[in-house]
């Protein structure tokens, strides 16, 4: 087993490299055919109806990990042994690079806080919906600055730190059903009239495999942050008043890290929520804070890395020990 952890090892930092040379693709990306299958697959099972849209996640995210896991059996039985080893860090690197999206992130924010910089309100307003579904026509210059540090934030653990989580735990399979349930929240999670139900399952799924990264985004922010006292007052204080049971504890980590206040009114589509304030009391965000919170959603990227790669042999016992047991019990 440690050639297998070794081989990880190398295909993760590779594939971490990998993001952070060349982001992702503006085509062609794997987790974009991943998106249009599961829609295809939404089109013949839509009813308003908890039962199918369980039947929608399961098939979507059980399949793509599914095919995940046969593409590594087919390393083990096909590709010769001398070769396999490499094969194996190629497949892993490959992967870690397609579910990860920390490099795009920070570009997309980049870009958005450039706008607001040159008061550019039309094009942030154009590249906003790049990072998140709010309504960019009902949000001023500070107000778009906010959301993007609150996604910032947020895709930090979506779309970083719970990656490399679930790849410590399950390998490519991890890695992929991960980045399948996180695609199918964004697609049908929300409560809207059309996914208030047949959603039901794919967000619930979602809360559940962003727990673990949810929780060591907020930590190694508190361990990393500019503001450290801060964020694990506004942590304590205020992660379990966000309406996500994810999104309250980094959110509040990274709002008191950098001292800022976040949350308050949002507007989705059309709807108007209104959200507990995150580290009350402090100033509102200004447009320095997005560059602020990319560097801090770098280092807390890359010391999960490190953390997910360390605890990994552990992670897999303790798997395979319940793996084990279980199948003990059925015997």
């Not at 081989?7 to 249009?36: E, K, M, Q, S």
């Not at 599961?38 to 399949?63: K, N, P, Y």
């Not at 995150?278 to 447009?287: D, F, I, Q, S």
């Not at 801090?296 to 490190?306: D, I």
Request: positive net charge.
């Amino acid at each position: 087993m440690r050639g297998e952890h070794a081989g990880y090892a190398c295909g993760a930092a590779l594939g971490f490299l990998g993001d952070l040379i060349a982001a992702d693709p503006r085509r062609g990306h794997p987790v974009a055919a991943f998106g249009r299958a599961a829609a295809a697959v939404e089109r013949r099972l839509w009813r308003d109806h908890r039962g199918w849209g369980t039947a929608h996640a399961v098939l979507c995210a059980g399949g793509a990990a599914a095919g995940a896991a046969l593409a590594q059996r087919a390393l083990r039985t096909s590709v010769p042994a001398p070769l396999r080893g490499g094969a194996r860090i190629a497949l892993t690197a490959a992967t870690v690079w397609a579910v990860l999206g920390g490099t795009s992130l920070g570009r997309e924010a980049r870009a958005v806080g450039g706008a607001l910089a040159a008061g550019d309100l039309d094009v942030a307003r154009e590249r906003l919906p790049h990072l998140c579904g709010r309504d960019p026509q009902a949000l001023d210059g500070p107000q778009m600055a906010r959301a993007v540090v609150e996604s910032v934030a947020e895709n930090t653990s979506d779309a970083v730190v719970g990656a490399l989580v679930w790849g410590a735990v399950g390998g490519v399979p991890g890695l992929v059903a991960f980045r399948a349930v996180n695609t199918l929240d964004a697609m049908v999670g929300h409560k809207s009239p059309r996914y208030r139900r047949f959603g039901w399952a794919s967000a619930r799924l979602d809360d559940l495999a962003g727990w673990p990264g949810s929780r060591l985004t907020a930590t190694l922010t508190v361990l990393t942050g500019p503001g450290r006292r801060g964020a694990l007052r506004a942590w304590r204080a205020d992660g379990g008043a966000h309406p996500s049971p994810n999104a309250g504890p980094v959110e509040a980590s990274f709002a008191g890290a950098l001292g800022v206040r976040l949350g308050g009114t949002l507007a989705y589509g059309g709807r108007v929520e209104h959200r507990p304030v995150l580290n009350g009391g402090a100033r509102p965000v200004a447009v320095a804070d997005i560059e602020r919170a990319v560097r801090l959603s770098r280092r807390v990227g890359v010391l999960a890395l490190a953390a997910t790669l360390t605890a990994r042999p552990a992670a897999g016992a303790v798997v395979r020990a319940a793996v084990r047991r279980r199948a003990a019990g059925q015997g």
